[in-house]
Nanobody
Framework: VQLQASGGGLVQTGGSLRLSCTAS????????MGWFRQAPGKEREFVAV????????YYSDSVKGRFTISRDDAKNTVYLQMNSLKADDTAVYYC???????????????????WGQGTLVTVSS
């Protein structure tokens, strides 16, 4: 499985970006898809996940209400719409494919089998 993330860039505080992640090599629609991020000097943290057929979505408290995860199975793509961006959102964002169709409410990185290469989001104040 290969995951290709894109859409990162430089944006001002309060602005928006939409990240995309396209998958190949494995039945995309069968598995939950998630986004994680890692800021400089910090550990990787969970951002959002969407289950198979979009039955469930979970978000970290830090992005809830500002970010929206979605998926288009016809395009093998998962999206992360990021609004009202803050300086604290600056990080490398990674998409990942879950090992199952429906994730639990507590995110665990080891439950994700495949990872993309990351795309850098920089929010300037």
């Amino acid at each position: 499985v290969q995951l290709q993330a894109s859409g990162g860039g430089l944006v001002q505080t309060g602005g928006s970006l939409r990240l995309s992640c396209t998958a190949s090599g494995r039945t995309f629609s069968t598995y939950a898809m998630g986004w994680f991020r890692q800021a400089p000097g910090k550990e990787r943290e969970f951002v959002a996940v969407v289950s198979q057929r979009t039955f469930r979505k979970y978000y970290s408290d830090s992005v809830k209400g500002r970010f929206t995860i979605s998926r288009d199975d016809a395009k093998n793509t998962v999206y992360l719409q990021m609004n009202s961006l803050k300086a604290d959102d600056t990080a490398v964002y990674y998409c990942a494919q879950h090992r199952s169709a429906v994730p639990g409410p507590i995110p665990r990185a080891y439950e994700y089998k495949y990872w993309g290469q990351g795309t850098l989001v920089t929010v300037s104040s």
